[in-house]
């Protein structure tokens, strides 16, 4: 990575970058010229000289710690100006009410949803520490992290706690000598691969599979691209730490 006088060299980093709002997500940081960096359990769909892509299990806590650390080396950093980190990698399954369903899909969500998100976490501010230049890390929330749903314990506890885990985050940092700035982004409803899983559910299990079918026919979802065109207007207006900023009331408060 070379250094251009005048030139902001950026390094972003995001899990789960292969499709969905990770892949939209990952064109938009490319178009604007950054070093990206990439992580699933799938091939990714596109190739670009900016563009790093692992294909890694992020269940896997060492292999996912691995990876990130990797990253996050000396070498990699030296010539770096900015430095982004997206917790974007989740699940929303499994879509069953307490008691019911299999423990291995629910631990597999908890490891997914809230265990990699917190442990990568503490590998970027171990490894970033001295770096000197704009640290940022963005956990994808959800709305069910502030509002119970039957069917979705899981969701909305694993989102509640990564929401709590940035605030704390967000306070400790205050303390540093190069301080990370870390927020949470809620998308709200996009047409991704997660709505078909919610739409497969049935009412039994979920309750409110109506709207969310209703969502689809009417095509009232949103693109992941419009939603990661948010995020980066959100990026580039430095927001306050500590926050959760919703796609939906960022996009009325620009209006």
């Known amino acids: 990575m070379l250094s251009r006088e005048g030139i902001v060299i950026r390094i972003s980093i995001v899990t789960g970058g292969s499709k969905g709002f990770g892949l939209a997500l990952v064109n938009r940081l490319l178009s604007r010229g950054d070093h990206v960096y990439t992580a699933a359990r799938s091939a990714a769909p596109i190739s670009d000289p900016m563009l790093t892509h692992t294909q890694v299990d992020l269940t896997d806590e060492v292999a996912a710690a691995a990876w990130l650390q990797d ?28 008691g019911q369903g299999g423990q291995e899909t629910l631990h597999q969500h908890y490891t997914l949803n809230l265990v990699i998100p917190v442990l990568l ?19 994808l ?17 694993s989102k509640a706690g990564l929401d709590m885990f940035m605030r704390t985050l967000h306070e400790e940092q205050q303390n540093e000598e190069h301080p990370i700035n ?11 691969d997660m709505q078909g899983e919610i739409r497969k559910s049935s009412k039994q299990d979920f309750e409110q599979i ?3 079918q209703q ?3 009417t095509g ?7 939603v990661a065109s ?18 939906r009331e960022y996009v009325k408060k620009q209006s």
């Open 71 to 98: 990253i996050l080396s000396p070498q990699t950093m030296v010539d770096a100006d900015d430095i982004l980190f997206v917790n974007n990698a989740g699940m929303v399954t499994p879509i069953k009410r307490v």
């Open 121 to 139: 976490s503490h590998v970027f501010a171990e490894q970033t520490q001295s770096f000197k230049g704009k640290k940022t890390i963005v956990h």
């Open 141 to 157: 929330s959800s709305g069910a992290a502030k509002s119970p749903y039957k069917g979705w314990s899981a969701y909305c506890n």
């Open 182 to 192: 870390t927020f949470s982004f809620s998308p709200g409803t996009i047409d991704t």
């Open 210 to 212: 109506e709207r969310f």
């Open 215 to 217: 969502l689809y026919e």
């Open 220 to 226: 009232t979802l949103k693109s992941p691209d419009e």
């Open 230 to 247: 948010i995020l980066l207007d959100l990026l580039a207006d430095d927001p306050v730490g500590g926050c959760v900023y919703d796609a």
